[in-house]
């Protein structure tokens, strides 16, 4: 009973002094940035005091925190992750690093969680809402936006590492320098582990390796203009055992993807007429390349270039209405490149390309209501052309009770590998899939009490074509993807309560209740996969004294569905995956002014689970090190 009182009392620890400032973060996740109280919408923001008291190197080990957000990983260090918000599929959430959207093509337009680290990262703003109408396709779930570190100090070093359970090595450096009208930062991540056996038969450990390094930079042209870069690059390499069509299981094997990940943003920012215009224009690149090998033989690969180019305009009409206009044009390129077989050739090289137009409106109509609106249009040289949109207000019945709600519709074009994806043996790609659209509803309440706050949200969704990638074609003997005749549904609630017990001790709880079923039945139930019906956290962040800081954290992951596919004639089965806790520990203790000691716990209780079917995750872990700062 004392075990699972401790268990309960935690979550999302998060930096007592820095917390108190969130509420005044300006967004940058939107055409027109704003506070984060005056969103109407549902958001999250994770600040790098957060993650540093937490002691986390990839994001990805702090996103089961976050309410209305499930993951879902197969298995050991590096394997694939995916990131669900409100029961939506893993494409349909929007992911920008510094502006670059990097939701890959060549993964089904998915960004891959995994290899994501966090030493650059400033903070995260993570907007459970559909976003289609101010960012278009990849939004139609929301949008999650990774800014990195900017210093206006006039230099600053840091310096960590630390090892190990499964012989795991993270290290990493940054450094940052500014002068009177510029600044110029640069980061360097490494981790190295064997990682664990995954299969349930077998002994072969999956290791993994990720360098990951950026730099950024601005420079004031003159009082009104800036210049502004951002490029990012991983190197990541990951062992993983493929499934055994005999058994239907995953199986040890000498398999290994090699991930090379490009990311670059120039940017011109302007100031006109004493403020009441401001002009941006923004240049980026992303490039994915994705090599498979078999006992050190090529086995092909997918490559993916996106291009963009971003103008806003951004008009101050008085001072409580502002106004967007933006144009975004994107051209996409996908390469899949593989071994010739008897059942087709998947050398093939595609390409579309998509001009959006946007609209979008912030206004106070009085000191209680603020209205938000967007409008999209995007131009598709593949798909008919659509128009998104979104409502929404946000009303204050005092300083401590907010009342928000939105309305929206957007459209989630098919994938590269959904439409020409070729996987010899496994997959073939459907070209006449039509684009998924969903119909979103949202409303909020925002409550102080005191030091203590509390968030409600109640959340629906409709989508319209919904497209299942697991569909047995009779006539190939292969998997194809196709589109659900029914409306697929998503609903449920999310709730957030946080308390400043004492001005050292921050207490923080969530739930997620969701209810998300596709337009089909499989194998006898609708209910989505790997979509746990309840989720929650529970966190504690305490800092006794200035050179201590301690975090308890608890996660719990409701039962959800997964496929399990037996070897053919047998058709596909759904079975259920167990719920569980996961427990963490972290601590730092300041040795002296520039140097500090710190250790984290992850998975505390030693608990044996799996996220995707088959794929047993690693057990209790943990790691010792030092960081150096000045």
Do not use: C
Not at 122 to 146: C, F, K, L, Q, Y
Not at 442 to 453: I, M, R, S, V
Not at 456 to 461: E, G, I, Q, V
């Amino acid at each position: 009973m004392r075990l699972f009182t401790l268990v309960f009392l935690v979550i999302l620890s998060s930096s007592v002094a820095a917390a108190d400032n969130i509420e005044s973060i300006k967004v940058t996740a939107v055409r027109i940035p704003v506070a984060v109280d005056q969103m109407a919408a549902a958001i999250t923001i994770i600040t790098d005091e957060e993650l540093e008291l937490q002691q986390i190197f990839f994001l990805a080990d702090y996103l089961k925190t976050i309410p209305g957000v499930a993951l879902a990983k197969s298995g050991s260090v590096g394997g694939q992750t995916q990131l669900r918000v409100r029961g939506a599929e893993a494409n349909q959430t929007l992911v920008m690093i510094d502006g670059v959207e990097v939701n890959d093509p060549s993964t089904g337009d998915e960004f891959q969680w995994e290899h994501l680290t966090v030493n650059d990262i400033e903070r995260v703003e993570i907007i459970r809402s559909p976003m289609s109408a101010t960012w278009g396709s990849d939004a139609i779930a929301g949008v999650i936006n990774v800014v990195t570190r900017k210093s206006d100090l006039p230099s600053t070093f840091v310096l960590f590492g630390d090892y190990g359970t499964f012989n795991t090595q993270n290290s990493g450096a940054r450094l940052s320098k500014a002068g009177a009208n510029w600044q110029l930062n640069f980061s360097l991540a490494h981790n190295s582990s064997d990682g664990t056996n995954v299969s349930r038969t077998g002994d072969e450990k999956d290791g993994y390796r990720n360098t990951t390094y950026s730099i950024g930079g601005a420079l004031a042209v003159s009082s009104d203009t800036n210049l502004t870069m951002n490029a990012r690059r991983t190197d990541a390499s990951t062992e993983f055992d493929g499934i055994d069509w005999a058994t239907g299981l995953p199986a040890d094997s000498d398999s290994v993807t090699d991930v090379h990940k490009d990311h670059l943003s120039v940017g011109l920012q302007t100031m006109l007429f004493d403020g009441l215009l401001y002009q941006s224009l923004r240049l980026t690149r992303f490039k994915s390349d994705n090599d498979s090998f078999l006992a050190g033989t090529d086995n092909g690969s997918t490559d993916s270039v996106k291009t963009g180019f971003y103008v806003d305009s951004r008009f101050t009409l008085t001072p409580n209405h502002r106004l967007t206009l933006a144009v975004d044009h994107e051209d996409t390129e996908f390469t899949q490149r593989g071994v010739d077989s008897a059942f087709g050739d998947p050398n093939q090289k595609q390409s579309m390309r998509t001009t959006g137009y946007v609209v979008a409106y912030l206004g106070n109509v009085n000191q209680q209501t603020s209205v938000t609106a967007s409008l999209r249009y995007d131009d598709s040289s593949v798909f008919d052309s659509f128009t998104s949109w979104q409502v929404g207000a946000t009303y204050n019945f005092s300083t401590e009770t907010q009342l928000f709600a939105n309305v929206s519709r957007g459209q989630k074009s098919p994938t590269f590998i959904e439409r020409f994806g070729y996987f010899p043996d496994q997959f073939v790609g459907n070209a006449d899939l039509s684009p998924e659209r969903a119909l979103g509803y949202e409303l909020g309440l925002k409550q102080k009490f005191g030091d203590t706050h509390l968030d409600l949200t109640f959340f629906k969704a409709d989508l319209e074509n919904e497209i299942n990638g697991f569909v047995f074609d009779s006539q190939t003997f292969l998997f194809t993807a196709t589109n659900m005749d029914e409306k697929s549904r998503r609903k449920g609630v999310e709730m957030t309560l946080n308390s400043f017990l004492t001005d050292d001790l921050q207490v923080k709880l969530s739930y997620t209740y969701l209810k998300a079923t596709e337009g089909h039945h499989t194998a006898g139930t609708n209910r989505e996969l790997r979509r746990p019906k309840h989720s929650g956290s529970l966190a504690i962040g305490y800092r006794p004294q200035d050179q201590i800081s301690l975090s308890l954290a608890a996660t719990y992951t409701g039962k959800a569905n997964d496929l399990f596919f037996p070897p053919w004639p047998d058709p596909s089965q759904v079975v259920t995956l167990d719920s569980y806790w996961l427990v963490s520990a972290a601590a730092s203790y300041q040795l002296s002014e520039n140097l500090s000691i710190y250790t984290n716990i992850k998975n505390a209780l030693d608990n044996d689970y799996e996220d995707v079917f088959g794929f047993s995750n690693p057990g209790l872990a943990a790691s010792l090190g030092l960081r150096f700062r000045m």
